[in-house]
Each structure stands twice: as structure tokens, then as C-alpha cells.
């Protein structure tokens, strides 16, 4: 978002994130961001999957990531089908973070009812899966040969509550909680349970962590709860002005982090 979006700052980065080993990039979704822009972003958002399309012919080995892609804004059969596309074309290195969405200018601009983003997410991410698990499709009436038809992307579901867990338990998907660590904390064991006992498997738990403006001290200590609390994947979340920037926080962290 921001200034942070420039193209020429987007590549350098790429490749100063693979030259020092980064394991994934992660791209946020917004579409229509209102006046009042309460997140400071200028209005300036790139569509995610435009973006890590651009980015997967930037680089060879780094994931591309959504996080979160914000499933009621999109038709499903267009948004199955860039996905499908992206994760072909990089070579199966797509994960998808997923969510039903929250800021209501959005909907009301894009026109989806907002009281009915759960549904359509469901409904779309059902769609998204059996693209990926049938031979042959069918969307309104309509039978269709869906491909390409790469591995399926590793899925997380992002939200904070139980409705958010039981989608993410239901879809075999990892879990993408947002909010501070002590809100998240007591909520990793029921999804794990859950997952267990529905899938005999435990998935994965990612999450933000913003990092902008914090002392080597203040970031050990954040790392160790953390991964105490069971998070297995952290998102950094950091504002920059220079790709070196970035660069001197993420060397800093790799050699003191275990994740």
C-alpha cells in the first residue's frame, strides 16, 4: 500500500527478499478506499492477484501470498480461474490467506451486501476447492472443463471468530487470525481440536505481527510469545521508506529468530 507500492520498489525488494532466503511475500486487499482512509494508505492499493501475478515473474523461489484475499468482492469462477492461473505460472508457489471482509465502503461500493459476506465466501471458496478436485465443472447450468489445474494452493481462513475457526476446520485450511497475541492465544487450542478431530491432522497458524518501530529487545521478546503461543508462520507487518530499510530489520531477526 502507500509509497510502498511503487513498481520499482516492489522489484527491489523481490529480489533483495530471495537473495537473503525470505520464504514468502504476503499482499493485502483493498479496492475502494474511502476519504477518510483510516489506515493512512492513500487509496493507493494494488489487486492482490494482479500483484502476485507481476511478482512470481520477479523471482524463482520466494511463496506469493495473500493475505487476505477478500473472497465477496470476487465473482467465483474469475477469482478460481487467476488463481489457478497464478499458481501454474509460478510454479505451485501460491498460498491463500481468504476472508469474508470488513470494511462496509467496500461492499457498498462494489455493491455485495455486506449482511451476506459469509455466504458468499463460503460459497466461493466451496467453488475455489472443487475447481481444483473435479474433472469437470459446473456454474449456473452451465458444465465446464476447468484448467490449468495445478496442486491446489495451500488455503488459510482468515478471522478472529469461532464462525472464522469453523470455516477454517470445515475447508481443511490452516487458521488466520488478526488482533493481539493475548486475544489469539486461548483460541489456537479449540482450533486445533477441532481440526484434529475433523481432518486427523493439526494445520497451520499464521498471523501479522507488526514489527515498524520496535527495538532488537522488544522483537526477541515477540518472536519467543509467539511461537510460545503455538503461531507456527509470522507475517512481518513493516513500514519502510527503502528497501534497506526492510532489509536491516529482516537480517537483524533472521539471525536471532528459530522460525
Not at 518472536?223 to 527503502?242: F, P, S
Request: charged fraction near 25%.
Amino acid at each position: 500500500m502507500g509509497q510502498q507500492s511503487a513498481p520499482e520498489v516492489m522489484s527491489s525488494l523481490m529480489r533483495s527478499a530471495e537473495d537473503v532466503g525470505v520464504e514468502s511475500v504476503w499482499v493485502v486487499d483493498h479496492i475502494a478506499i474511502p476519504p477518510d482512509d483510516i489506515e493512512g494508505s492513500g487509496g493507493r492499493y494494488f489487486d492482490p492477484l494482479t500483484v502476485l501475478a507481476w511478482m512470481s515473474a520477479q523471482s524463482k523461489k520466494i511463496k506469493l501470498a495473500t493475505g487476505i484475499l477478500v473472497l465477496p468482492y470476487r465473482s467465483r469462477l474469475p477469482t478460481a480461474k487467476a488463481i489457478a492461473s497464478i499458481q501454474e505460472l509460478s510454479g505451485g508457489r501460491l498460498i491463500l490467506g481468504v476472508g469474508i471482509g470488513w470494511m462496509e465502503p467496500e461492499f457498498k461500493a462494489l455493491g455485495v451486501p455486506i449482511d451476506r459476506r459469509a455466504e458468499i465466501a463460503e460459497d466461493t471458496l466451496s467453488f475455489i476447492n472443487d475447481c481444483f478436485d473435479r474433472d469437470v465443472m459446473e456454474s449456473n447450468g452451465q458444465p465446464f472443463i476447468f484448467e490449468p489445474k495445478p496442486k491446489k494452493p495451500t488455503i488459510f481462513v482468515g478471522g478472529m471468530s469461532s464462525k472464522a475457526i469453523r470455516r477454517a476446520v470445515e475447508f481443511n485450511a490452516g487458521w488466520f487470525p488478526m488482533g493481539r497475541l493475548e486475544n489469539i492465544r486461548g483460541r489456537i487450542a479449540d482450533f486445533r481440536q477441532r481440526a484434529l478431530a475433523h481432518s486427523g491432522r493439526i494445520p497451520e497458524v499464521v498471523t501479522y505481527v507488526n514489527i515498524s518501530e520496535k527495538t532488537d529487545n522488544e522483537l526477541d521478546k515477540i518472536i519467543d510469545e509467539y511461537r510460545d503461543a503455538g503461531i507456527t508462520r509470522i507475517v512481518l507487518n513493516q513500514k519502510y521508506q527503502a528497501v534497506d530499510d526492510w532489509l536491516r530489520t529482516f537480517e537483524s531477526l533472521d539471525r536471532r529468530s528459530s522460525y
